[in-house]
């Protein structure tokens, strides 16, 4: 504004509040547009105000304008002169709800500054959005005498505001809605985001955090220290009846400024983790289907090679005693010294000799290799689950409840799957034929698998048949041994079996009393069970 401009303005607004202003604003006014003031801070004061990037007015105490600034005139478009001792409202527009204004005129009245922000309309009718601040004047006596009004055009800044917002609730209805688990995690491993399928899946998980369950082990202690991982599978059982679930593991790193004040001058980041959980089970069935297809005609042919050298085995023991007898017969002849008359007998024995020898070379040279295994992770959820799959038809037929109890995610044991399989299998037969006796009324069969320590897992087999008396404990796991006499189809080389294998992954295997009074195989494996790329 020229400082005519101004200097007539002030004139004319001092000639109109003659009466209402006090006496000595008045002559400070007076003094500072005829230049005869004294002090300097009037001036400055006035300057300041004058010069201010905030829409600045005066009003009486009905809100009629008596001064408005440069800053008024380019936010309204409304000239200092234009708006002398018109109402304020003619900046008001009809969206500002009315319970504003009642607001804001309660809260003057009652001597407060009043703050809000609603909408005004320029001189050209344009709207814009007004962060508007009113203070009341007070004389000496505490009366109203003026308002001070100052407000600045919001509109970018509620755009912006907006924008952010309404990105931040498209984002955010995006990701509820996601048909993936979605989970966001701060630097000390909280949840600070989630979606509505991970809230389902933490009431699948009996309230526990799929975080934790997912993916503690793929993230290790310090989640921010991980690298970023994609298409992790994870294998989760819920237990009993229910199918298990697999999911596609993904861990992404996001960073964000912070917008706290003490980064403002220096931006500094802020890290997350980005966890996302796509449910393959569907797609996994369909391979499960497959893989047991061929697991089954596998452990068929497993069971070959083991009966055929079990029956090899049970034969080469057989022929061991007849054997034994003919040589401590050809002893005693021999120590009795020369006869002619025992050199027919010491030759046939010695060719009886040969010809056994012989025989149990040939039998030993005909025992089946089992077939060549790698190494592999394998989970041993997994492994009982298909055990267990492989035996559906005997619980049905024989009237078995299996009850299933899985630790919700075992991490991987390094190991052969078929032979681990095999051995889970002949456990799981062995609990079956127990319980299968006639009379015995309970027939339930109870699967635990826990991981108390980190590097060990432990498979507990409970089953309610008649339990293997504690004398009978150490010699189940010998070769030959077993308590139903030589009708069955084994000869007592199951459990050597299971012992072999057990061993062969470092673990260890228990016989106890199962809660039901029948039998209780503890099995321990770690998950080291065959180190990486070793053999055992
Ligand atoms: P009005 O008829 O003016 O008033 C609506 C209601 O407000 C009335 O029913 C009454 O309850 C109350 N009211 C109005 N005047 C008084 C009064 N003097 N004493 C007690 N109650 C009263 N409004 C804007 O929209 N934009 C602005 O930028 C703005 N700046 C202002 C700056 C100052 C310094 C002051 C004092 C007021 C300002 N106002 C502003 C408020 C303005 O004066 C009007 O009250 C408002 O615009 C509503 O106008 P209206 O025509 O819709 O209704």
């Not at 905030?54 to 800053?71: G, M």
């Not at 010998?478 to 009708?487: C, E, N």
């Amino acid at each position: 504004m020229e400082t005519e401009n101004w200097v007539e303005t002030v004139r004319s607004f001092l000639e109109r509040s003659q009466d209402s202003l006090p006496a000595d604003i008045h002559s400070l006014l007076s003094e500072a547009i005829d230049g005869t003031y004294t002090s300097l801070l009037p001036r400055v004061f006035f300057e300041a105000v004058q010069q201010s990037a905030v829409a600045i007015s005066i009003t009486d105490t009905r809100a009629n304008i008596l001064y408005a600034n440069p800053a008024f005139t380019s936010i309204t478009g409304y000239e200092a002169e234009e708006v002398m001792g018109r109402n304020e409202s003619i900046l008001s527009d009809k969206r500002t709800p009315k319970k504003i204004y009642e607001n804001l005129w309660s809260t003057l009245l009652g001597k407060q500054p009043w703050s809000d922000t609603l909408i005004n309309r320029r001189k050209n009718g344009e709207r814009y959005v007004a962060s508007l601040t009113i203070a009341p004047v007070l004389n000496h006596q505490g009366e109203i005498t003026h308002f001070l009004g100052m407000h600045l055009d919001v509109t970018e800044e509620h755009r912006l505001a907006r924008e952010v917002e309404n990105n931040r609730e498209l984002v955010e209805s995006v990701v509820e809605a996601a048909p993936v688990v979605i989970a966001l995690l701060d630097e000390s491993g909280q949840v600070v985001l989630q979606n509505r399928a991970y809230r389902e899946l933490r009431d699948l998980m009996g309230g526990i955090e799929p975080v934790g369950k997912l993916w503690s082990h793929l993230l290790g202690d310090n989640p921010l220290s991980c690298e970023e991982f994609k298409g992790y599978e994870v294998r989760f059982d819920p237990g009993g009846a229910a199918a298990p679930r697999w999911f596609s593991c993904s861990c992404t790193r996001v960073d964000e400024i912070d917008t706290s004040a003490d980064s403002f001058f220096e931006p500094m980041d802020q890290s997350y983790r980005l966890l996302v959980a796509m449910d393959i089970s569907d797609t996994k069935k369909g391979q499960e289907a497959v893989r047991m297809n061929a697991l089954r005609a596998l452990m068929a042919e497993e069971e070959l090679v083991q009966s055929t050298r079990e029956t090899l085995a049970g034969a080469i023991y057989q022929l061991q005693g007849p054997m034994n007898l003919v040589a401590a017969a050809s002893n005693m002849i021999e120590r009795r010294g020369a006869s002619v008359s025992m050199d027919n007998l010491r030759r046939v024995l010695r060719e009886a000799m040969d010809a056994g020898a012989e025989a149990m070379n040939r039998l030993s040279a005909c025992m089946p290799e089992f077939l060549a295994e790698a190494v592999v992770p394998v989970n041993l959820n997994e492994l009982i689950h298909d055990a267990l799959a492989l035996n559906t038809e005997k619980f049905l037929a024989n009237g078995i409840l299996v009850e299933w109890n899985p630790t919700a995610v075992l991490p991987a044991v390094t190991g052969r799957e078929h032979r681990l399989c095999g051995m889970l299998n002949q456990l799981i037969e062995n609990a079956i034929d127990a319980m299968s006796e006639r009379g015995r009324k309970l027939r339930e069969l109870t699967i635990t698998t826990t991981q108390e320590d980190d590097d060990v897992i432990t498979i507990l087999i409970d089953d309610t048949g008649p339990g293997i008396p504690e004398e009978h404990r150490f010699q189940v796991f010998q070769p030959f041994y077993t308590s139903k006499g030589m009708k069955g189809k084994r000869a007592g080389m199951g459990l050597t079996m299971v012992q072999d294998v057990v061993s062969e992954h470092s673990g260890s295997i228990a016989i106890a009393t199962s809660p039901g009074g029948g039998c209780r195989m503890a099995l321990t494996i770690p998950l080291q069970g065959i180190p990486d790329g070793g053999e055992s």
